[in-house]
């Protein structure tokens, strides 16, 4: 049975271990069941998954993922929170702490090792201060998943899910619509949280693609236009791409490749979508 699921639970737990949040962590700890079952629920965590957690914190979240998944690891960075989480998961012999920074976890090993090479699924209320450098290891590692569940800020799973021409819009955006479906589940206010973010959060679901977009265009080609493009929003497609280093920042190919591709050098491309990224990174790659 989950026993940290509310404040004074958490707060007698913390005060035993004398525990001191680390802002540098981005520790914020859940303290409201329904958004701890509603996350669950969102994941569609069953006997048959093997769940990765990505900072557990004291454990409230795994015990919740331990009572409905077939296994559960769990993946945090700070030293002083590993003997809180042998007491509140030491009940429970499908969850196990990996302690480790998350950014250099090899996730493929793990799923060959601990699951048969089998998909794995994310689930995390995740550290704001790394959201996208740990979403992309995710996504551009070619990682197997079956989903990733996480609690972000509010703005994030908006930038998540814009589409062109919305100020959202982003490297961020085309990343995530590029490898996943992604479902906003709901907003989760400050009061759910200790101590209390500053900002709204949201818990979304990201399921990969059924087909990818154009097996002709390899991501990483893909992913230096993108970059190249949102790093100079407001410079034109031949300057940004040029100024990205694309084509080895070569102006008369890029503009000769943009050209044949039947798109104007002078345009931006901030209003690009995804078929259109695709297109204009077959032009520059082929
Ligand atoms: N899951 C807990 C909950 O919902 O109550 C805690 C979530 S808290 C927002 C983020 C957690 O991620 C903290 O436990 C923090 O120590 C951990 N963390 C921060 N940076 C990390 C990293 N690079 N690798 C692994 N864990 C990290």
């Known amino acids: 049975m989950p026993t940290l699921d509310n404040i004074a639970a958490t707060k007698a737990i913390l005060a035993k271990y004398n525990f001191h949040f680390q802002k540098k962590f981005g520790q914020n700890f859940l303290i409201d069941r329904s958004v701890l079952s509603g996350i669950v629920e969102a994941g569609e965590v069953g006997p048959e998954d093997f769940v990765v957690e990505i900072g557990p914190g004291i454990g409230t979240m795994t015990q919740y993922l331990a009572e409905s998944a077939g296994q559960v690891l769990a993946v945090e960075i700070d030293d002083k929170l590993i003997p809180v989480l042998q007491e509140t998961l030491g009940s429970y012999d499908n969850a196990s702490v990996l302690h480790q920074d998350v950014l250099t976890v090899d ?4 799923a060959k090792e601990k699951n048969g090479g089998k ?3 994310f689930v995390a ?11 992309m290891q995710l996504l551009q590692n070619e990682i197997p998943f079956s989903s990733i569940t996480v609690m972000v800020q509010k703005e994030v799973a908006e930038r998540m899910q814009a589409q062109p021409g919305s100020k959202d819009y982003g490297a961020l955006s085309v990343a995530v619509q590029y490898y996943t479906d992604p479902e906003l589940n709901f907003i989760v206010g400050k009061g759910s949280f200790i101590p209390q973010p500053k900002v709204e959060s949201a818990v979304i679901t990201l399921k990969p693609k059924k087909t990818p977009l154009n097996p002709a265009v390899k991501p990483e080609h893909m992913f230096t236009v993108v970059r190249a493009v949102f790093n100079q929003r407001r410079k034109t497609l031949l300057n940004a791409l040029a100024n990205g280093g694309v084509l080895g920042g070569n102006k008369e190919a890029i503009s000769e490749a943009l050209l044949a591709a039947g798109f104007e050098p002078s345009l931006r491309g901030e209003g690009l979508d995804l078929e259109g990224f695709a ?8």
Do not use: Q, S
């Open 125 to 135: 209320n995740l550290p704001y201060y790394i959201t996208t450098p740990i979403v």
């Open 279 to 286: 297109k204009l990174t077959e032009a520059l790659y082929h």
């Open 119 to 121: 998909p794995l699924k």
């Open 107 to 110: 996730f493929l090993e793990i």
